[in-house]
C-alpha cells in the first residue's frame, strides 16, 4: 500500500516519565464517600491537618454558588470554575492557584501558556484534573499523542472514584459528586478519535458510549458546557418559562371550574404536575445537547472508519472489574522451545509480558544488534533451510501460525522477517513481544530487517505509538522499542548469491559495500541509500524515477539486472507491498530477478489477500508456502488500561 509522505517526528514527545500511573499511583490518602472540594473564596477555610495553613478546603457542600465562581474587588463573578476530584489527596492552594490561572488562559486561547500553567500543577501533584486540563490544551495545539497520553492518565488517575460509582449504594447527589470522571473518559474520547484509523475509532466509540450511559444514569452533565451553550440556555429558559406559564394557567383554569362546580379546594388534584426547579430541568438539557453532541462525533468517527450506517454503536463489551490487571507474563529462566511456546499462547489469550521484562528483552537485543553490521551474510549449507518472512503488520495470529508453520530456528533452519512489524494491525506490541523472544533465544539464526515501518515518524502516523501509550502507558517503552528498530539491520545476504531487503535497491551502480557504509542509527531519511532500500518497489517499464508513496524510488528492469551483476547477486527478495501478492502471497517480475513476499493475509482485515513465506536450500530455487488468514484470528481481550465499564 502506497504510504503519504513522511510526517515530521514529534519534537514535544518527553523521553523521560516512563512511571505507568497503574504501577506508580499517586500516593495512598483515607478514602472517602465523596471526593473533597478545594475552592477560593469565602469557603476558605485553614484545615487542621496542616497545621492550620489554608488548603482551599471546603467538605460537601450544598450551596455550591461560591465554589463555581471566582469574584473580582468589584464583585463581578469572571469564571466559573469546575469542582476538582481529588480522591482524598489535600491540594495546595498554590496547585490550586496555578490551575484556575491555567484555566483562565485557556478559556481565552492563550492553549501553550494554559498548558505551562498545568504542567506546574501536575509536578505540585498529578491529579486527574490536572491531567486533563492539559490534555485539552495539547488537542488544541495539535499534539494529538501528548493529548492521549494526558487523557490516559486522567482517567487511571479517576480509578478510586469510579471503584466506588460502581460499588453501588450512593445517592444521587453523591453519585453527581463522585462522576467528575466522566469528563475525563470524554476527553480521551476526543484524543482517540484524533489518532484516527480503525483502532482509534472503535476506542473514542466506547469512551463516547460510556459518556452517554454514565450521564443519562445521573441526568448530570460533569464537564466544560458544550458548545453554544449560552445561546441555547437562553432559548430553553424561555421555553421553561413559557410551560410553567401554561401549567399554571391551565391548573387555575381547572381550580376555578372545580370551584364553580361547588367542590371543596382542599380536593383539587391539578391536572397537569408542575415543572421540576428550573436547575434541574436545565441540567437535563444540558445533557441532552452532550448527548446530542456525541453523537455529532460518533457520526464523523464513523465516517473516518467508513462504518455502514446500521453500526451498532451499543455493542456490548466483555465485562472487566475495576483494579483488574491483565495477567503479566513473567519471563522463565532460560528460554527454550517450552517456555518460549507457553508465552506464545499466553500472549495469544490477551496476556501481556511485564514492561520491566520488555525492557530487559529490548536492552539484550539492542546489545546484539550494536554488533551487526548493515548488511547480515547468512552461509548457506547442504542441510539448511533458509525462510523469508514479510510483512505482518500487528497480526499477532497470522504470526503464531508462521512459527508453528517453520518451527523454531536452528543452525539448520534460519528464519529471516524482512520488516513491518507493527502499524495497522491491532496487536503490533505482541509481535514486537515475540520477535524480540526468538531473537534473545536463537540471536545466529534468527534474524530481522528494518522495514519502513520500522521508524517514528510513520509509527507515530500509523498508530503503534498511540498503541504503545495505550497498553503500558510508557514512554520510555518506546523509545527502548525505537533504539531497538533503528539498529536493525538493513539488508541480508543469503549464501553470497542472493539479496533480502525491504523495499528494493538504490542506484543501479551502488555497491554492498556502499550499502555497508550508510548509518542506519537514525530516522530514515527523506531520500538517499537507506531511504531507497526501506521504501522503493519495482516497476515494468526501464528506468528510474520517484514513488508515488512519496519517498523511495520505482525501479525497472534494467535496473535490478545492473545492479545484481556489479554486487554478483542472482536474484532479489523484498517485501513492502500487497498490491501484486493477493492471490498467493507472493509475485515474481523483471525475468524472474526479483520476489516479494508478503506475509500478512487478508490485510488490514480487508484485501482477502492470501499471504506467503519463501523458502531457500542450497541450490537456491525458491519455494512458497501460501496460506489464509488463521480461523483463530479474533482480537484478544481488550487491555483493562483501557476500560473499566460494561456497556
Request: a negative charge; one cysteine or more; proline letters at 5%.
Amino acid at each position: 500500500m502506497a504510504d503519504p509522505k513522511r510526517p515530521q517526528a514529534l519534537e514535544y514527545l518527553p523521553e523521560g516519565d516512563g512511571e505507568s500511573p497503574a504501577e506508580s499511583p499517586v500516593e495512598a490518602g483515607p478514602q472517602r464517600t465523596l471526593s473533597d472540594m478545594y475552592v477560593e473564596g469565602p469557603s476558605e477555610a485553614a484545615h487542621p491537618q496542616h497545621g492550620g495553613q489554608s488548603m482551599c478546603y471546603s467538605p460537601k457542600l450544598k450551596d455550591t454558588s461560591a465554589a463555581h465562581f471566582r469574584t473580582d474587588p468589584t464583585g463581578k463573578q469572571v469564571v466559573k470554575w469546575k469542582r476538582i476530584s481529588t480522591a482524598g489527596f489535600h491540594v495546595s492552594s498554590e496547585a490550586i492557584g496555578l490551575w484556575r490561572e491555567g484555566v483562565s488562559l485557556y478559556n481565552d486561547g492563550h492553549y501553550a501558556r494554559a498548558a505551562a500553567y498545568f504542567t506546574q500543577c501536575i509536578d505540585l501533584r498529578p491529579l486527574a484534573e490536572f491531567h486533563s486540563s492539559r490534555s485539552k490544551c495539547w488537542l488544541k495545539l495539535g499534539n494529538k499523542i501528548a493529548a492521549l497520553r494526558d487523557a490516559m492518565q486522567a482517567v487511571e488517575r479517576s480509578r478510586n472514584d469510579i471503584q466506588q460509582y460502581l460499588s453501588g449504594g450512593m445517592t444521587a447527589e453523591a453519585k453527581r459528586e463522585m462522576a467528575r470522571f466522566i469528563e475525563y473518559y470524554y476527553t480521551r474520547g476526543k484524543c482517540f478519535a484524533a489518532q484516527g484509523g480503525e483502532m482509534g475509532g472503535q476506542l473514542a466509540l466506547q469512551d463516547f458510549q460510556i459518556v452517554s450511559t454514565q450521564s443519562t444514569k445521573i441526568s448530570h452533565w460533569v464537564g466544560d458546557d458544550p458548545p453554544g451553550w449560552e445561546d441555547i440556555k437562553e432559548e430553553r429558559v424561555a421555553q421553561y418559562e413559557e410551560e410553567c406559564q401554561y401549567v399554571r394557567e391551565y391548573n387555575e383554569q381547572a381550580l376555578q371550574e372545580w370551584l364553580d362546580e361547588g367542590y371543596d379546594e382542599a380536593d383539587f388534584e391539578p391536572p397537569e404536575q408542575e415543572k421540576e426547579p428550573l436547575p434541574d430541568y436545565m441540567e437535563k438539557q444540558k445533557v441532552g445537547v452532550i448527548l446530542e453532541t456525541i453523537n455529532d462525533l460518533k457520526s464523523d468517527v464513523a465516517d473516518v472508519m467508513a462504518i455502514a450506517d446500521d453500526y451498532d454503536f451499543s455493542v456490548n463489551y466483555k465485562s472487566l472489574p475495576m483494579n483488574h490487571r491483565t495477567k503479566h507474563i513473567l519471563l522463565p529462566a532460560k528460554l527454550d522451545d517450552a517456555g518460549i511456546s507457553k508465552i506464545f499462547k499466553q500472549l495469544e489469550t490477551g496476556d501481556t509480558l511485564h514492561r520491566s521484562d520488555l525492557l530487559r528483552l529490548l536492552g539484550e537485543v539492542r546489545e546484539v544488534l550494536s554488533d551487526t553490521q548493515n548488511i547480515v551474510h547468512i552461509p548457506m549449507s547442504e542441510t539448511a533451510k533458509v525462510h523469508i518472512v514479510g510483512d505482518i503488520h500487528g497480526q499477532l495470529h497470522d504470526l503464531l501460525h508462521i512459527v508453528d508453520l517453520l518451527g523454531f530456528p536452528s543452525e539448520d533452519n534460519v528464519i529471516i522477517f524482512n520488516g513491518d512489524f507493527v502499524d495497522r494491525g491491532a496487536h503490533g506490541m505482541e509481535c514486537v513481544t515475540v520477535l524480540l523472544l526468538l531473537k534473545c533465544a536463537y540471536p545466529d539464526h534468527f534474524h530481522m530487517a528494518r522495514g519502513n515501518h520500522e521508524d517514528h515518524a510513520v509509527n507515530e502516523q500509523y498508530h503503534f505509538l498511540a498503541e504503545v501509550l495505550l497498553k503500558y502507558g510508557c514512554c520510555n517503552l518506546y523509545h527502548a522499542i525505537q533504539a531497538v528498530f533503528n539498529h536493525l539491520p538493513i539488508a541480508h545476504v543469503v549464501g553470497d548469491e542472493v539479496l533480502v531487503v525491504h523495499g528494493g535497491i538504490p542506484a543501479p551502480d551502488t555497491t554492498l559495500d556502499d550499502i555497508q557504509s550508510v548509518n542506519r542509527l537514525d530516522a530514515v531519511p527523506d531520500e538517499g541509500i537507506l531511504c531507497d532500500i526501506l521504501w522503493s518497489d519495482p516497476q515494468a517499464e526501464n528506468g528510474r524515477k520517484d514513488s508515488g508513496r512519496g519517498r523511495g524510488k520505482l525501479f525497472g528492469p534494467d535496473c535490478t539486472k545492473e545492479f545484481l551483476e556489479t554486487n554478483g547477486l542472482r536474484f532479489l527478495v523484498r517485501s513492502h507491498d500487497v498490491t501484486e501478492c493477493i492471490d498467493a502471497g507472493y509475485d515474481v517480475c523483471h525475468d524472474g530477478r526479483v520476489y516479494t513476499v508478503f506475509s500478512a493475509p487478508n490485510y488490514c482485515g480487508s484485501y482477502g489477500n492470501k499471504a506467503s513465506v519463501m523458502h531457500l536450500d542450497h541450490t537456491f530455487a525458491p519455494s512458497f508456502t501460501s496460506f489464509d488468514a488463521t480461523d483463530n484470528a479474533q482480537p484478544a481481550p481488550v487491555h483493562p488500561y483501557h476500560f473499566h465499564f460494561s456497556r
